[in-house]
Protein backbone atom coordinates (compact mmCIF):
# COMPACT_ATOMS: atom_id res chain seq x y z
CA UNK A 1 0.00 0.00 0.00
CA UNK A 2 1.14 3.44 -0.17
CA UNK A 3 1.21 4.51 3.36
CA UNK A 4 0.89 2.80 6.91
CA UNK A 5 -2.29 0.75 7.60
CA UNK A 6 -3.24 0.14 10.78
CA UNK A 7 -6.43 -2.24 12.22
CA UNK A 8 -9.05 -2.19 13.39
CA UNK A 9 -9.75 1.61 13.28
CA UNK A 10 -11.59 1.66 16.24
CA UNK A 11 -11.88 -1.51 19.00
CA UNK A 12 -14.78 -1.10 21.97
CA UNK A 13 -13.38 -4.39 24.74
CA UNK A 14 -14.00 -4.84 28.01
CA UNK A 15 -12.07 -4.61 30.66
CA UNK A 16 -9.64 -7.96 31.41
CA UNK A 17 -9.80 -9.00 27.77
CA UNK A 18 -6.87 -9.41 25.59
CA UNK A 19 -6.71 -6.74 22.33
CA UNK A 20 -4.37 -7.65 19.08
CA UNK A 21 -3.61 -4.31 17.36
CA UNK A 22 -1.99 -4.72 13.86
CA UNK A 23 0.44 -2.76 11.85
CA UNK A 24 1.20 -2.72 8.22
CA UNK A 25 4.50 -1.01 7.17
CA UNK A 26 5.22 1.24 3.94
CA UNK A 27 6.94 -2.06 2.10
CA UNK A 28 10.60 -1.77 2.12
CA UNK A 29 10.46 0.25 5.65
CA UNK A 30 13.18 -1.59 7.86
CA UNK A 31 12.22 0.89 11.11
CA UNK A 32 8.50 0.06 12.52
CA UNK A 33 7.54 1.98 15.78
CA UNK A 34 4.35 1.79 18.37
CA UNK A 35 3.32 4.98 19.94
CA UNK A 36 0.49 5.48 22.33
CA UNK A 37 -1.73 8.85 22.32
CA UNK A 38 -4.08 9.31 25.60
CA UNK A 39 -6.99 11.59 24.82
CA UNK A 40 -5.14 15.56 24.62
CA UNK A 41 -1.80 14.20 25.55
CA UNK A 42 1.55 13.99 23.50
CA UNK A 43 2.82 10.51 21.36
CA UNK A 44 4.47 8.54 23.92
CA UNK A 45 6.77 5.73 22.86
CA UNK A 46 6.30 1.86 23.39
CA UNK A 47 8.94 0.01 21.07
CA UNK A 48 10.96 0.15 18.40
CA UNK A 49 12.06 -2.37 15.80
CA UNK A 50 14.91 -2.04 13.23
CA UNK A 51 15.38 -4.80 10.61
CA UNK A 52 16.71 -7.51 12.61
CA UNK A 53 18.15 -6.06 15.09
CA UNK A 54 16.85 -6.61 18.84
CA UNK A 55 13.74 -4.48 19.21
CA UNK A 56 13.81 -1.64 21.75
CA UNK A 57 11.20 -2.30 24.21
CA UNK A 58 12.05 0.44 27.07
CA UNK A 59 8.98 1.99 26.49
CA UNK A 60 6.44 -0.41 27.45
CA UNK A 61 4.06 0.32 30.56
CA UNK A 62 3.98 -3.00 31.80
CA UNK A 63 4.23 -6.52 31.01
CA UNK A 64 1.00 -6.64 29.99
CA UNK A 65 1.65 -4.95 26.86
CA UNK A 66 4.22 -7.58 23.79
CA UNK A 67 5.02 -6.68 20.32
CA UNK A 68 6.09 -8.60 17.35
CA UNK A 69 7.17 -8.21 14.22
CA UNK A 70 8.75 -10.59 11.59
CA UNK A 71 11.38 -8.98 9.36
CA UNK A 72 10.33 -6.22 8.12
CA UNK A 73 6.91 -6.90 7.55
CA UNK A 74 3.66 -6.85 9.85
CA UNK A 75 3.70 -5.89 13.92
CA UNK A 76 1.19 -6.61 16.09
CA UNK A 77 0.74 -5.15 19.25
CA UNK A 78 -0.69 -7.43 22.02
CA UNK A 79 -2.27 -6.17 25.37
CA UNK A 80 -3.28 -8.78 28.04
CA UNK A 81 -5.90 -7.72 30.68
CA UNK A 82 -6.89 -4.53 29.54
CA UNK A 83 -7.70 -1.91 31.71
CA UNK A 84 -9.64 1.59 31.67
CA UNK A 85 -6.19 3.46 31.38
CA UNK A 86 -5.42 1.68 28.72
CA UNK A 87 -7.92 3.72 26.66
CA UNK A 88 -5.85 5.39 23.89
CA UNK A 89 -5.02 5.48 20.58
CA UNK A 90 -2.34 3.34 19.09
CA UNK A 91 -0.27 5.22 16.33
CA UNK A 92 2.54 2.78 14.11
CA UNK A 93 5.16 4.51 12.32
CA UNK A 94 7.49 3.61 9.72
CA UNK A 95 10.71 4.69 8.28
CA UNK A 96 12.95 3.45 5.74
CA UNK A 97 16.84 2.68 6.44
CA UNK A 98 18.92 5.67 6.25
CA UNK A 99 21.30 6.25 3.43
CA UNK A 100 23.87 7.79 5.25
CA UNK A 101 24.46 9.85 8.40
CA UNK A 102 21.36 11.83 8.50
CA UNK A 103 17.91 9.60 10.07
CA UNK A 104 14.95 9.10 7.86
CA UNK A 105 11.53 10.36 8.46
CA UNK A 106 8.83 8.21 9.98
CA UNK A 107 5.40 8.15 8.52
CA UNK A 108 2.59 7.21 10.52
CA UNK A 109 -0.59 5.28 10.41
CA UNK A 110 -3.95 6.57 11.00
CA UNK A 111 -3.82 4.76 14.62
CA UNK A 112 -6.24 2.69 16.36
CA UNK A 113 -8.80 4.23 19.18
CA UNK A 114 -8.88 1.58 21.52
CA UNK A 115 -11.76 2.13 24.44
CA UNK A 116 -11.67 -0.19 27.32
CA UNK A 117 -15.44 -0.21 29.28
CA UNK B 1 17.30 11.40 28.88
CA UNK B 2 15.98 13.52 25.90
CA UNK B 3 13.57 16.03 26.49
CA UNK B 4 11.63 17.98 23.76
CA UNK B 5 9.39 21.07 25.51
CA UNK B 6 6.48 22.97 22.78
CA UNK B 7 5.12 26.48 23.82
CA UNK B 8 2.77 27.60 24.11
CA UNK B 9 0.25 24.66 24.71
CA UNK B 10 -2.08 26.35 22.78
CA UNK B 11 -2.36 29.42 19.99
CA UNK B 12 -5.29 30.82 18.71
CA UNK B 13 -4.43 33.45 15.31
CA UNK B 14 -7.02 35.23 13.72
CA UNK B 15 -6.96 34.49 9.74
CA UNK B 16 -3.44 36.46 8.10
CA UNK B 17 -2.05 37.31 11.76
CA UNK B 18 1.81 35.61 11.46
CA UNK B 19 3.31 34.35 14.66
CA UNK B 20 5.63 31.32 15.80
CA UNK B 21 5.98 28.04 17.43
CA UNK B 22 8.47 27.31 19.60
CA UNK B 23 10.33 23.44 20.26
CA UNK B 24 13.01 23.48 23.07
CA UNK B 25 14.84 20.45 23.20
CA UNK B 26 17.97 18.79 25.61
CA UNK B 27 19.07 15.66 23.97
CA UNK B 28 22.93 13.74 23.39
CA UNK B 29 24.00 14.42 20.01
CA UNK B 30 20.92 15.64 17.85
CA UNK B 31 20.72 13.98 14.80
CA UNK B 32 17.34 14.89 13.57
CA UNK B 33 14.70 17.16 14.46
CA UNK B 34 11.38 16.75 13.19
CA UNK B 35 8.10 18.55 12.66
CA UNK B 36 4.84 16.86 12.40
CA UNK B 37 0.95 18.30 12.18
CA UNK B 38 -2.17 16.09 13.46
CA UNK B 39 -5.33 16.76 13.01
CA UNK B 40 -7.85 15.56 15.01
CA UNK B 41 -8.62 11.84 14.77
CA UNK B 42 -5.39 11.50 12.55
CA UNK B 43 -2.17 10.19 12.67
CA UNK B 44 0.88 12.38 12.44
CA UNK B 45 1.82 13.89 9.10
CA UNK B 46 5.08 14.85 8.62
CA UNK B 47 6.50 18.56 7.37
CA UNK B 48 9.57 18.87 7.75
CA UNK B 49 13.12 17.22 9.15
CA UNK B 50 16.06 19.85 10.05
CA UNK B 51 19.95 18.29 10.88
CA UNK B 52 22.05 21.11 11.94
CA UNK B 53 21.89 24.45 13.48
CA UNK B 54 20.81 27.43 10.78
CA UNK B 55 19.41 25.19 9.11
CA UNK B 56 15.75 26.27 7.63
CA UNK B 57 13.38 24.80 5.34
CA UNK B 58 9.83 26.12 3.82
CA UNK B 59 6.84 24.79 3.02
CA UNK B 60 3.75 27.18 1.61
CA UNK B 61 3.52 29.19 4.85
CA UNK B 62 4.98 27.13 6.98
CA UNK B 63 9.07 27.42 7.99
CA UNK B 64 10.94 25.61 10.00
CA UNK B 65 14.43 26.91 11.51
CA UNK B 66 16.84 25.24 13.75
CA UNK B 67 19.27 26.26 17.06
CA UNK B 68 21.65 24.52 19.13
CA UNK B 69 18.86 24.87 21.27
CA UNK B 70 15.35 24.90 19.65
CA UNK B 71 13.49 25.07 16.51
CA UNK B 72 11.39 27.43 15.77
CA UNK B 73 8.11 26.70 13.44
CA UNK B 74 7.02 30.37 11.60
CA UNK B 75 3.50 30.44 10.20
CA UNK B 76 2.99 33.18 7.56
CA UNK B 77 -0.03 34.99 7.18
CA UNK B 78 -2.56 31.33 8.09
CA UNK B 79 -5.39 30.14 6.89
CA UNK B 80 -7.95 28.51 8.89
CA UNK B 81 -6.75 25.10 7.24
CA UNK B 82 -3.90 25.62 8.68
CA UNK B 83 -5.45 24.68 12.11
CA UNK B 84 -3.94 21.77 13.65
CA UNK B 85 -1.60 20.27 16.31
CA UNK B 86 1.96 20.82 15.65
CA UNK B 87 4.41 18.22 17.04
CA UNK B 88 8.03 17.96 17.40
CA UNK B 89 10.13 15.17 17.46
CA UNK B 90 13.66 14.70 18.24
CA UNK B 91 15.89 11.76 17.15
CA UNK B 92 19.20 11.56 19.29
CA UNK B 93 22.45 9.48 19.93
CA UNK B 94 24.41 6.80 17.76
CA UNK B 95 22.96 4.46 15.49
CA UNK B 96 18.74 4.06 15.13
CA UNK B 97 17.33 5.14 17.68
CA UNK B 98 13.60 6.46 18.75
CA UNK B 99 11.54 9.55 18.00
CA UNK B 100 10.89 11.75 21.43
CA UNK B 101 8.02 13.73 21.05
CA UNK B 102 6.86 17.04 22.78
CA UNK B 103 3.15 17.44 23.68
CA UNK B 104 2.10 19.76 20.81
CA UNK B 105 1.07 23.22 20.03
CA UNK B 106 -3.12 23.41 19.57
CA UNK B 107 -3.29 26.28 16.76
CA UNK B 108 -6.69 27.55 15.82
CA UNK B 109 -6.90 30.07 13.47
CA UNK B 110 -10.50 31.95 12.93
CA UNK B 111 -11.65 33.16 9.52
Known amino acids: GAGVSQSPSNKVTEKGKDVELRCDPISGHTALYWYRQRLGQGLEFLIY????????KSGLPSDRFSAERTGESVSTLTIQRTQQEDSAVYLC???????????????FGQGTRLTVV | EDQVTQSPEALRLQEGESSSLNCSYTVSGLRGLFWYRQDPGKGPEFLFTLYSAGEEKEKERLKATLTKKESFLHITAPKPEDSATYLC????????????FGKGTMLLVSP
Open chain 2, 89 to 100: AVQAGSGYSTLT
Open chain 1, 49 to 56: FQGNSAPD
Open chain 1, 93 to 107: ASSPRSGGTHPPEAF
